[in-house]
Each structure stands twice: as structure tokens, then as C-alpha cells.
């Protein structure tokens, strides 16, 4: 495993223990930065399932990527997709692990080194680059 994995790992590790469902916490600062992504969630009754859901595949998807395990852009590169078809454009799709590596600096705090923020920043211009260059060539 990578400096970077093991830094993401350790991250998402004391977050685990430090906070019940991190998820909550992450669609509470996605919704206050973008508050036009709430009506997304309007199928569902209160959407926690949905976001709880998305969140893990986010997480499980960063890791496998970081791993070089390449299911993990196939699955990224579909999920664009998926939501391309309800209004999500790349931008907004992207902003997301913006803010779940944000929500998790601001759980962390003073425990959240410039070298966990430089790892993460990497991990999700690198995840992001690799689904944008995969739509691109499926198109």
C-alpha cells in the first residue's frame, strides 16, 4: 500500500471511530454548500439510505482505485452516467469527494496533517482524471 492509501486509510479509520455515521455528516456540509443537491434526494423519504449508500461506494471506490484496481473507474465512469441522467453534470458529480475529504478534515481537525490533505487531493484529482478519460473513450 501507497504513503497515500495508508494516510486515506487512517483518515477514514479515526473518522470511523470518532463519529457513528459519517455519511450524515457529509450530506449535512453537501447540502449547506449546495443546497440545489438536496431535491436529488427527493424519492426517497428522508434519503438516508441513498446517501449512506453513496457514501460507501464513494469510500470503497477511492480505496480500489488508490489499490489500482480498475472496476473501480468502470464503476465511477457509470455512476457519471447515471447521474448525467437526472441533471448532475461532471463539475457537480466531482464536488462530492470535495466534500467528503472536507467534512473529514473538519471531524479530524487538528489531527488532519497537510500530508493526509495532500494524499487525499491526489487520490481524488487521480480517481477523477481516470472517469473522466474512461467516459471520454467510451463515448
Known amino acids: 500500500m501507497s504513503d497515500s492509501s495508508e494516510l486515506i486509510l487512517q483518515s477514514l479509520d479515526r473518522v470511523s471511530e470518532l463519529v457513528d455515521d459519517p455519511s450524515a455528516l457529509v450530506y449535512e456540509q453537501l447540502f449547506t454548500r449546495y443546497p440545489e443537491f438536496k ?4 424519492f426517497e423519504p428522508n434519503g438516508e439510505m441513498a446517501r449512506q449508500n453513496m457514501f460507501q461506494v464513494t469510500v470503497v471506490a477511492l480505496m480500489e482505485h488508490l489499490e489500482g484496481k480498475h472496476a ?3 464503476m465511477v465512469t457509470s455512476e457519471r ?5 437526472i441533471g ?5 458529480f466531482d464536488r462530492y469527494y470535495e466534500v467528503v475529504r472536507d467534512t473529514f478534515a473538519q ?4 489531527e488532519w496533517m497537510p500530508e493526509t490533505q495532500d494524499a487525499w487531493n ?18
Open 39 to 42: 431535491q436529488l434526494f427527493r
Open 72 to 74: 473501480s473507474v468502470t
Open 81 to 85: 452516467a447515471n447521474h448525467s441522467h
Open 88 to 92: 448532475v453534470d461532471n463539475a457537480s
Open 107 to 110: 471531524i479530524l481537525g487538528d
Open 122 to 139: 491526489q487520490a481524488i484529482s487521480s480517481l477523477i482524471n481516470a472517469t473522466q478519460e474512461s467516459a471520454i473513450v467510451g463515448s
